[in-house]
């Protein structure tokens, strides 16, 4: 998780928060716990589990918001590895291309030089060598 160390939380008048990583001031102790055990939880699931421990409407919202940024977190990496490999298979297909070219044009060589030196006698070893005898 990162910390936000550029702005600074803003207390509440009662002072009884405690500042979070994300700069967040919350009456619990574990509230980095709640957003992480929320991470493996469907969305209803999470906002029970969450209603329970807090009642403030306040913090419920930034609950919601630390999770969302969280999913959106995850989901940025996948993306990002994502580009990555389709770069990678990107640049791996174009060395294929160019390897299929290259195969293709040694195959018309090829058959070429065979066309060439194709005279049209055809040898028949079945047959001269029942007449040796």
Not at 14 to 27: A, D, E, L, P, R
Not at 61 to 72: D, G, H, P, T, V
Request: hydrophobic fraction near 30%.
């Amino acid at each position: 998780m990162y910390k936000r160390t550029s702005t600074p939380a803003k207390p509440h008048s009662c002072k009884v928060g405690i500042t979070k990583s994300v700069g967040i001031q919350t009456q619990w102790q574990n509230y980095d716990q709640i957003v992480l055990e929320g991470k493996t939880m469907n969305d209803t699931e999470f906002e029970m589990f969450i209603k329970a421990q807090i009642r403030a409407e306040k913090q419920y919202w930034k609950l919601l918001a630390e999770r969302a940024r969280l999913q959106l977190e995850d989901q940025l990496h996948e993306n990002q590895q994502l580009h990555q490999l389709l770069d990678e298979l990107t640049k791996e297909n174009e060395q294929l291309q160019i390897k299929s070219e290259q195969c293709e044009y040694l195959n018309n060589v090829f058959n070429s030089i065979m066309s060439e030196n194709d005279s049209g006698i055809e040898l028949h070893t079945t047959n001269e060598s029942q007449t040796h005898s």
